[in-house]
């Protein structure tokens, strides 16, 4: 197994775990599938090569298609991530999506899909990523495919006719994505909060509701850490869960 172009250069398959017999792995960006392929035969492990490009996919199923263990499919790795109910032991990528995807949106997405040790899923893994924007489905048909970001259901916001965003002194989505969050915990990043919506946010809090508020500068945008915030946020209230079941930990909305 080669983690660089030069061979005998980094380490073998043993960075993946003391034995793979069995286990579930996936690389993203597996090109003609020689790793994948190595971790299949020689370590038995059930492996699934994902990559974005069509011809290296089916050049590795020219080479491996016989093996019962190994699964070629040609996509982006992040949609794969988010559309497959499989759980995985291990996810690695050495030419490919590590280099390629956004840091901030692939290692959420590869994080997700692990079990806890007993092999388990429990409830306060899951997550559930919204859009409340005026730009309605659009933000998904015409932004997500520039990010990367398989499609995202929406809140769908009316065209109030307002001539300024806090026309109650609060920014004008806030009765819609309450009406959808209900009492599930919550990250709202928007630009456009007033002092009303960050009390709302608390109120939220105390009552049950864990809400947090990310507000980027309108004039610098989304940045690294604004993501960061929200996911250290996020991690810190599935700590507190862990020791008993309980409702999703969050409904991100962007």
Known sequence: ????????????????????????????????GHNAAHLAIRHG?????????????????????????????????????????????????????????????????????????????????????????????????LIGPLLGIPPLPHVDLPHPGITTSHPNGYLWKRDHVDGRLGDAPAVWIDDDFTDPDHSWAAGRTASGAPTLLVQPNPRVGLRAEHLAEARVWAGRLRDTRTAAPAAPIGTEAA
């Not at 197994?1 to 792995?25: S, Y």
């Open 45 to 141: 492990a059930h492996v699934t090569g994902a990559d974005l490009v069509g011809l290296q996919v089916r050049r590795a199923r020219s080479h491996y298609g016989r093996l019962n263990n190994l699964t070629f499919v040609a996509c982006h790795a992040l949609h794969y991530l988010h559309a497959t109910d499989e759980q995985f032991e291990a996810i690695y990528s050495v030419f490919g999506a590590v280099g390629l995807v956004i840091p901030e949106l692939l290692l959420p997405a590869i994080a997700h899909p692990f079990p806890d040790a007993d092999g388990s899923t429990p409830h306060t893994h899951a997550r559930h990523e919204v859009v409340p924007t005026s730009r309605r489905q659009d933000a998904t048909t």
């Open 1 to 32: 197994m080669e983690w660089t172009t030069r061979p005998g250069i980094g380490p073998g398959a043993e960075i993946l775990g003391p034995d793979l017999l069995r286990k579930r792995v996936v690389e993203l960006g597996c090109g003609p």
